[in-house]
């Protein structure tokens, strides 16, 4: 009975002590913090500029100087706190996290996100940037960058490295498949949408290599010499219409010499021209190892050093510190990285991982491949092919049972699964290494001729494979020639007795597809023979279904050359590349900072061909080629008829595009000038270009519009572009060669 009202007692004595005690802690709460006032510079309607400045006036020294470099090689190091966010790219820069401003997580990216296989994450293989540009598809090559961009941000990074645009100058640059082609106005008017659809993802998009980098060997010690007009008239070109065109956040120098000065140091190419004349407001960033001083380089206008801090480190701040480097000269350089990062998105939409969609990654790089493939010979309609009429098919070379090759060096992006060549390796892919995607001919044919016994043979003996595509109704040989950063090509001849190999199979089978697997022009001793070429080029993840749509007629092709395939190696401008002496043939560069400063010794290489580049060096010279720039076949036909071109600030060009053939298809009309001979300029220029796609028999009025810098030459004396007075000759057709539209308009 007692313990009912000590246990009542016991109650009330508790409710009063939790009351108490609720009202001890209400007493002693302090008051909730009110939500901190969002930092001035996070007002999303002031201007980049405007809030760059608002970072930068908190910004203390050692932070600022932070921002200028970068920390190593994130893929080589263990994850660490600075790479723990993203996939580990390439190159680190801090931020400023006191102020809430993220780290620069940047991956190399030229045809999808590099190094994906290392954490065992997949990214797209698009196919190569050769291949976009032979589409010659400003919406594709906006997909392309945008892929990238999304695929980046899904693994965690900020900034891409994609977007090389140095024109394929020579041919045999081994990274002529990361570039898009000899010519600056398709080059550059492309890799600028591309950079558009990067930044879309709100991804800081990248513009390289500046300039002038059109060789491999001997890439980090190559003096290149050239006049100020040929430079601006040709490489300078295309980068002018992506920097004011395309808005990249940031351009990425190089790593050769012009006229003097490395690129990562050189006033005129980086203060004068990218800076003053095109206004570019982003930053400047070195290639990897490109930097070579502290003072000459940042009043040079380097804003950034990768990948790690040699010259833009304690240097900088002690330069800074002694007056030698002044404190408006630093905050140029970080009010250019902070108000790109503004521009780009990367500080209002921070990265977020995610998952990629490979199946979307897979339809975009068949579709992009599918409009890039070339077809350059098609004898008695040799393609498409009649699956229904087909019993005995036999596909040779290249690997093409299991795979399609890919281009290497700091583009590759690793297959599912690694190389689909043994030693098969999971995940990661290896520094030059060549990388097959596993993405097979052989089955993409087969399925698309079910009825059909499809052999393969590997090609490696020609009197063997001769003999197969005697006993087979047609023959499909894929030949290849693999590509990479850090080599050139020795010549344009495919490689591995492939000639002997096409050449032995046509001769047993009249019936013989070619398809190319390559990344710039080859030689073709063999051209006659086959029925059919194509030109596949790095053909990306899903690049076999492609090939199987464009042989079997399912897809039109429609791609153009983007470089001009010669005849033979003693027709280029030079006839071999020029290589380096031993004492200047390393490519990783010096050993140490102290080496570093004073860089391998130059060696000189004049292109003394100027400005011209690809089909304007052939028109000049008066070279027969052996398939031209611009040039590509389809299995429909279009005729060009009323030309209409109307002079005014913009040049409007307009004509009539049919479709005379019986299937649908896309056609790339070209549109060239010529020059008053005053110009001295060669005989024709690439002005403007449309894709149209056409159902069979139907027609089309198209207008381009001429940008007048197109028409300009570049002069010195004047350091400006000059629209000349006189005649222009307008011309519009299906390739540089084949221009049956023309008119004359004159300039006053
Ligand atoms: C290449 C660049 C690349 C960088 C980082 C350099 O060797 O030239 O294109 O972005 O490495 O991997």
């Known amino acids: 009975m007692m313990y009912r009202p000590i246990c009542r007692h016991f109650a009330v004595f508790a ?19 009110k939500p901190a006032a969002p930092s001035p510079w996070m007002n999303a309607s002031l201007s980049p500029d405007e809030r760059a400045d608002l970072v930068l006036k ?31 790219g390439v190159g680190y820069a801090v931020g400023v996290p006191r102020l809430g401003i993220p780290g620069i997580d940047m991956s190399d990216a030229a045809y999808g996100v590099r190094s994906s296989g290392i954490n065992g994450r997949y990214s797209t293989a698009l196919p190569a940037n050769v291949a976009a540009a032979a589409s010659w598809d400003v919406d594709a090559a906006y997909e392309y960058g945008a892929l990238i961009g999304r695929e980046l941000r899904a693994q965690g990074f900020n900034m891409s ?5 140095n024109i394929t100058r020579e041919p045999r640059n081994g990274r002529t498949f990361e570039y898009l082609g000899e010519d600056s106005v398709l080059a550059g008017t492309l890799v600028a949408k591309l950079i558009e659809g990067t930044q879309s993802a709100h991804v800081i998009g990248d ?34 219409i992506a920097v004011t065109k395309g808005h990249p956040a940031a351009v990425m120098c190089s790593y050769n010499r012009v006229n003097g000065d490395f690129a990562c140091e050189n006033d005129y190419l980086l203060n004068q021209v990218l800076k003053k004349s095109w206004k570019f407001p982003g930053f400047v960033i070195s290639d990897w190892g490109a930097t070579h001083s502290t003072e000459k380089a940042s009043a040079a206008g380097l804003d950034n050093e990768q990948p790690g801090d040699f010259f833009f480190n304690a240097k900088f701040k002690a330069a800074v510190q002694a007056g030698r480097i002044s404190t408006a000269e630093l905050d140029e350089h970080v009010h250019r990285i902070l108000r790109s990062m503004f521009a780009a998105g990367v500080i209002d939409h921070p990265r977020q991982r995610s998952v990629i969609d490979p199946f979307a990654g897979f339809e975009t790089a068949r579709k992009i491949e599918e409009g890039g493939i070339v077809l350059l010979k098609n004898e008695k309609a040799a393609l498409p092919l009649n699956a229904a009429k087909l019993n005995r098919i036999v596909v040779i070379g290249s690997h093409s049972d299991v795979g399609m090759i890919s281009g290497g060096g700091s583009a590759q992006v690793d297959p599912i699964g690694g190389n689909a060549i043994k030693p098969a390796g999971k995940g990661a892919t290896h520094w030059q290494e060549e990388i097959w995607f596993p993405s097979s001919p052989l089955k993409a044919i087969q399925a698309r001729a079910p009825k059909a016994t499809v052999t393969y043979d590997p090609g490696t003996d020609p009197a063997a494979a001769a003999t197969a595509a005697k006993n087979a109704d047609i023959a499909i040989v894929f030949a290849y020639e693999w590509e990479s950063e850090g080599m050139d090509l020795p010549n344009l001849s495919l490689p591995h007795h492939q000639d002997e190999l096409i050449a032995a199979v046509a001769a047993a089978n009249p019936r013989t597809i070619v398809v190319l697997e390559t990344g710039t022009p080859v030689t073709m001793p063999w051209v006659n023979a086959p029925a059919a070429i194509l030109e596949a080029w ?9 090939v199987g749509n464009v042989l079997f007629g399912t897809v039109n092709p429609s791609g153009k050359l983007p470089n001009t395939f010669p005849k033979s190696e003693a027709d280029l401008p030079h006839p071999t590349v020029t290589q380096p002496p031993p004492e200047s043939d390393h490519f990783d560069g010096p050993a140490s900072p102290e080496q570093w400063a004073k860089g391998l010794p130059p060696f000189p290489v004049a292109y003394n061909e100027g400005v011209k580049v690809g089909y304007k060096w052939y028109d000049a010279e008066k070279k027969p080629v052996l398939f031209p720039f611009g040039f590509g076949l389809s299995y429909t036909t279009y005729a060009y008829s ?32 010529a020059l008053p001979a005053a110009a001295q300029e060669p005989p024709k220029r690439l002005v403007g270009f449309a894709k149209v796609k056409l159902d069979a028999k139907a027609k089309q009025t198209v207008t381009v519009e001429i940008d007048p810098k197109y028409l300009s030459i570049f002069d010195e004396a004047k350091n400006d572009w000059s629209l000349l007075p006189g005649d222009y000759t307008i011309l519009v057709g299906g390739s540089s060669q084949d221009l049956p539209l023309k008119a004359t308009i004159n300039v006053k």
Do not use: W
């Open 161 to 165: 490295l994609g977007g090389g645009v």
């Open 15 to 33: 409710l009063l002590l939790a009351s108490l005690c609720l009202a001890c802690s209400l007493v002693a709460q302090p008051p909730a913090p």
């Open 538 to 546: 790095f053909a990306g993840s899903d690049g076999a279904s492609a």
């Open 642 to 673: 009323d030309l209409k071109v109307t002079p005014g600030a913009t040049v409007k060009v307009t004509f009539t595009l049919a479709n005379t053939g019986a299937r649908a298809g896309a056609e790339i009309a070209e549109v060239y000038a």
């Open 58 to 88: 908190e910004m203390t020294l050692d932070e600022k100087v932070a921002l200028l470099h970068g920390v190593g090689m994130p893929t080589d190091d263990p994850v660490t706190p600075e790479n723990a966010p993203s996939n580990r």
């Open 207 to 240: 513009l390289k290599h500046y300039a002038l980098n059109d060789q491999e060997s001997g890439r980090t010690a190559v003096d290149i010499a050239i006049g100020k007009r040929a430079a601006r008239e040709s490489d300078l070109l295309a980068f002018e």
